[in-house]
C-alpha cells in the first residue's frame, strides 16, 4: 500500500494538533536535512543517470505542557533521467518513511508511549506501524517495553495490511554496562511467519578492554542464530599507543526458506532461489586487527580476516596493511595510505588506496582519493572456470570541495572518475570511464 507517508504525517499532525500547544514555553525543533544531486555518464554510450535524494532527520520536542514530541526520519529518491541501469538498480521515484510517530513521556509515572512507524533498536531494529510503550524503573536505568501493530513492507516502506509485528523487550544500563533482550513475532494473514530474540551488550570488563555483541536467533523452523556480531577491543592501559581487536561475526538466510517470508523480507537480487527455497548460505567470519601510533600523529595498522560459506564449503582470506598520518609533513593534512590482498572465494584480487584531506581554514576543506583494483577468477583450469573467466582493473580519481558556510548550512561538491578495463572488454570493446559528479547540501537546525 503506498503512500504511508502521506497517511502517517497526516495521523501525527492530527494528534499534535488535539493535544493543544504549550502554555508559556517554546517548541524545540532540531535536526537536519540533506540534499543531495547525482550525475553519471560514461563513454561506452550507456545512458546517464541522474537521481536526487532528500533526506529529513528532525524531531520537535515540547509540543504540549506534557512535552510530547515528534520525529520524522524519511527519504525521497527521485530518478530524474529514469535510466534504471546497471550501475544503479532499479532506482524509482519513492518516498521512504523510516520513522515517523508521536511520543508521550512519563505519561502515568516512567511510561513512555510512541504511536506511528518506529524503529525500536532495543528490540533489534523491530519496525512497527503502531504502538510501543516503555516503563522505565530504577532510576532510570532499566525498562522493559511491549510494542504492537502493522509490519511496513521492507522493500518498498509501504504500510502492509496482511503482516503484524508484536514484540517484548527490556534494556539494563550500569556504569561500564548496556545490554538489550528482546522477543520478536511476525504474523502473516492469520499464521505465524517469523518469530526471534534479539540480544545486544556492551560492557566494559576493565581498564581498556571492551566487549559487545549483537545476536539475532530464529525459531522458524528450529533455532538458528542467523546474526552475530562479536567485537573484544583492548588497549592496555601501560602501553596506550597500543590497540587490539577480534571481532567475529555470522550471517545466514536460513530465516528465509519460508518462501513467504522471503518475498516479503529479502530482494530477488540478496538470495539465492532455488524453486521455492532459498539455497542455504551461511557465512562466518573472525577479523583480528591491531594499531599502533608512533609519535604523536603517526599510525600504522594490520589486519587479517578469515570467512567461511557453507553453500559450497569455500574459504576466503584478507589482509589489509596501512599507515595513517593525521598532520603529514607538519602541514596539518591527514593521509591514508593501505594495501589489501584478498584470496576471495572465486577470485584473487589486490587493492592499493591513498586518502587525502586537509582544512582550509575554519569554512573549507579538501579531500582527494585514488585507488587500484586488479582482480581475476581463479580455477581457470577448470570447465567452470573457462566458462566464467572474467578479470578486472579499475583506477578510481576522485576529490571533493567542502564548504561551511555557516554553523548551520553546509555544501559539499564530489567528483570521481573510474576506469574500468575488463578481461571481456579487452576481446570485443574499448576500456570503460565513468564520470560521477554529487553535490550536497545539509541544513542542520
Known amino acids: 500500500m503506498r ?25 524545540d525543533l532540531g535536526g537536519r536535512v540533506t540534499l543531495r544531486g547525482l550525475y553519471s555518464a560514461d563513454d561506452g554510450g550507456n545512458p546517464a543517470v541522474g537521481i536526487l535524494f532528500l533526506d529529513t532527520d528532525a524531531r520537535a520536542e515540547r509540543l504540549t505542557d506534557g512535552d510530547l514530541r515528534l520525529v520524522l526520519d524519511a527519504g525521497f529518491v527521485l530518478d530524474a533521467t529514469d535510466a534504471r541501469e546497471r550501475r544503479f ?3 524509482e521515484s519513492l518516498d521512504q518513511v523510516r520513522q515517523l510517530y508521536v511520543e508521550q513521556p512519563k505519561l502515568i509515572g516512567g511510561l513512555d508511549v510512541a504511536v506511528g512507524r518506529r524503529l525500536i533498536h532495543e528490540a533489534g531494529n523491530a519496525w512497527v506501524d503502531g504502538v510501543d510503550a516503555e516503563l522505565w524503573f530504577d532510576a532510570g536505568r532499566s525498562s522493559v517495553g511491549l510494542y504492537g501493530g502493522l509490519a511496513p513492507d521492507r522493500i518498498d516502506y509501504a504500510l502492509e495490511t496482511e503482516q503484524q509485528a508484536v514484540g517484548l523487550y527490556g534494556t539494563f544500563h550500569r556504569d561500564g554496562l548496556d545490554a538489550s533482550l528482546a522477543y520478536n513475532a511476525q504474523v502473516r494473514e492469520g499464521a ?28 522458524v523452523g528450529g533455532p538458528n542464530v542467523t546474526t552475530l556480531l562479536g567485537s573484544v577491543d583492548y588497549t ?58 608512533v609519535g604523536r600523529s603517526l599510525y600504522h595498522y594490520q589486519a587479517i580476516e578469515y ?10 582470506w584478507l589482509y ?6 593525521d598532520d603529514f609533513l ?17 577470485s584473487d584480487s589486490y587493492l592499493v588506496a591513498l586518502d587525502l ?89
Open 192 to 219: 505465524l511467519d517469523r518469530h526471534f530474540a534479539f540480544n545486544r551488550v556492551h560492557a566494559r570488563l576493565g581498564e581498556g578492554l571492551y566487549v559487545a555483541s549483537y545476536l539475532l536467533v530464529d525459531f
Open 330 to 346: 607538519g602541514w596539518g593534512t591527514r593521509a591514508d595510505l593501505r594495501t589489501s590482498f584478498k584470496n576471495n572465494f572465486q
Open 89 to 91: 538498480g532499479e532506482t
Open 236 to 293: 592496555p592501559p601501560a602501553a596506550p599507543a597500543l590497540n587490539v581487536a577480534l571481532n567475529v561475526s555470522r550471517y545466514s538466510v536460513e530465516r528465509y526458506r519460508d518462501q513467504a517470508v522471503y518475498r516479503n523480507v529479502v530482494e530477488p537480487n540478496q538470495a539465492l532461489v532455488l524453486g521455492d527455497e532459498v539455497v542455504e548460505l551461511v557465512y562466518d567470519r573472525a577479523r583480528l586487527s591491531g594499531s599502533l601510533r
Open 357 to 445: 584531506d586537509h582544512d582550509l581554514g575554519a569554512s573549507w576543506w579538501l579531500a582527494g582519493r585514488a585507488t587500484w583494483f586488479s582482480g581475476r577468477t581463479v580455477g581457470r583450469a577448470t570447465e567452470r572456470g573457462r566458462t566464467f573467466d572474467e578479470a578486472q582493473t579499475i583506477l578510481l580519481l576522485g576529490g571533493t570541495v567542502g564548504w561551511r558556510a555557516t554553523r548551520h548550512h553546509r555544501f559539499d561538491l564530489d567528483y570521481d572518475g573510474v576506469l574500468e578495463a575488463e578481461l571481456q572488454d579487452a576481446r570485443n570493446q574499448e576500456d570503460l570511464f565513468i564520470h560521477t559528479v554529487m553535490g550536497r547540501y545539509g541544513w542542520l537546525f
Open 307 to 316: 570467512k567461511h560459506r557453507s553453500q559450497d564449503g569455500l574459504d576466503a
Open 3 to 27: 503512500g504511508a507517508g502521506t497517511a502517517l504525517l497526516g495521523a501525527a499532525v492530527w494528534v499534535v494538533a488535539g493535544a493543544g500547544p504549550a502554555r508559556g514555553r517554546e517548541v
Open 320 to 325: 589489509t596493511i596501512g599507515l595513517r598520518d
